[in-house]
């Protein structure tokens, strides 16, 4: 895959989590989702490479929400998994193991 192709990867995943969180959250979750993404983009095994970028746009929001309490309904924003998995039509455990990877690697 060329350079090319990861950078249009990179702003379609980016397109998905800025609609995500336009509709749903807000516009420092968006930044922390960029912030993620890039830094993916720029790895030596990029790892959106691979699979649907609907999946890798709900591991995102999800591995970000998961470290700030976006599952926390005494927190606002509050949104469930359930709702993410919705919104971008993914099953909840290929998200999971996504989102997984995304932690680990940050």
């Not at 993916?40 to 970028?53: H, S």
Request: hydrophobic share 40%; charged share 35%; aromatic share 10%.
């Amino acid at each position: 895959m060329t350079k090319d192709e990861i950078k249009e990867k990179e702003r379609r995943l980016l397109e998905l989590t800025g609609a995500f969180c336009a509709q749903k959250l807000n516009d420092e979750y968006f930044g922390l989702c960029e912030k993620i993404i890039k830094k993916m983009g720029r790895k030596r095994d990029v790892p959106f490479k691979r699979g649907k970028l609907e999946i890798w746009a709900a591991a995102v929001v999800q591995a970000i929400g998961s470290i700030n309490f976006l599952f926390d309904r005494s927190f606002e924003p509050y949104i469930s998994s359930k709702q993410i998995n919705d919104h971008f039509g993914t099953k909840p455990a290929t998200v999971s193991n996504k989102a997984r990877i995304i932690k680990d690697m940050f």
